[in-house]
């Protein structure tokens, strides 16, 4: 079965939302380099990299159901934010309304009986819960140290240990 029209279209819109979270997540770690917080840089370039296979998963799956995928413009992001705590906490407030899309486009294949995309999305569904999580953990721990220069460069070091892993494809 292919992809209905309206399937199609929701898909595409989702796949610019990812490209717009890894344009968001790029943006953060740019003005995290500019201000010199490596560590910080690192984590949301790591972030932005998993966007990106966010777009791919979905890309590829509008493919391989028969449908095309159509590019559209990819909104501007903001490029800086005052404090750690500032970005994290819109880090936060976007993964949440990505979570928020990404329900809305189960309850769509749902109704529409399209199993092949419900199944593709519960991948999503629980890495929202890891995503959501995780920007929340760094909101709070930033909260605790109240944009202290002590504990910004603790958080900082921390945050330089990430590495990027592209675990959709450990989920297949
Ligand atoms: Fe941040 O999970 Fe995709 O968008």
Known sequence: MSLTK??????NKQVNAELYSAYLYLSMSADFEA??????ANWMFVQ??????HVMKIY???????????L??????????????DAFQDAYKHEKEITAMINNLVRLAKKQNDH?????????????????????????????????????????????QRVFVDNTKAAQ
Not at 6 to 11: C, K, Q, R, V
Not at 48 to 53: I, K, L, P
Not at 60 to 70: E, F, S, T
């Open 6 to 11: 309206t399937m199609e279209a929701a898909l």
């Open 35 to 40: 201000k010199n917080l490596k560590g910080f």
């Open 48 to 53: 932005a990299q998993e966007e990106m296979t």
């Open 60 to 70: 590829r799956h509008i493919l391989d159901r028969g449908g095309k995928v159509v």
């Open 72 to 85: 559209d413009k990819v909104a501007k992001p903001k490029t800086t934010w005052k404090t750690p705590l």
């Open 116 to 160: 092949a995309t419900e199944s593709m999305l519960q991948w999503f569904v629980d890495e929202q819960v890891e995503e959501e999580a995780n920007t929340d953990e760094i909101v709070q721990k930033l909260k605790m140290v109240k944009n202290s220069g002590e504990g910004i460069l603790i958080i900082d070091k921390e945050l330089s």
